[in-house]
């Protein structure tokens, strides 16, 4: 019985159909008599209530006009769902930025810990190099995960000094 997640509104509903094409709404079934009118326009009765929705699809969302009411809807199969999870899963998992010294240097300060969550733009540490304070700073969002050096260490050139994840 194939299953659908459907989204609108920000809310998700399940939509499956049987091998006699019984058609359940969050496991309640449905009495549904769908009547194509053009190419677009469909008439639906749904459980004895008349429905008139004009549809366009763009990709995988259909634009839906619902008794003159303007929905985006985001149709996806059970195997397209659990694909997209999946996906978002090992790229949150697999995503490790790794800070290096850009420069031989000493370790001025850290200005993180273990644990705390940085932004774009987050002083990460200040390294010394020729006399001059270069602060090494977050380029995007995510969580101090691991810290290789502390201050007053001297580094090389590409020496690991921060893991965020």
Known sequence: MPTYLVTTNDEQYAVSVDEHDAIKLNGEPMSIDVQS??????????????????????????QALVD??????????????????????????????????????????????????????TGLLILEAMKMENEIRAHQSAKVKQIFVASGKTVEKGELLMLLE
């Open 37 to 62: 009118v053009d190419a677009n326009t469909y008439s639906v009765v749904c459980n004895g209530a008349s429905i008139r929705i004009v549809a366009h699809k763009a990709g995988n969302v259909y």
């Open 68 to 121: 003159s009411q303007q929905l985006d809807v985001l149709v996806e199969s059970e195997r397209d769902t659990l694909l997209r999870s999946a996906a978002q899963t090992t790229v949150q998992q697999n995503v490790k930025l790794e800070i290096h010294a850009p420069m031989p240097a000493l370790v001025v300060k850290v200005e993180v810990n273990v644990g705390d969550d940085v932004h774009p733009g």
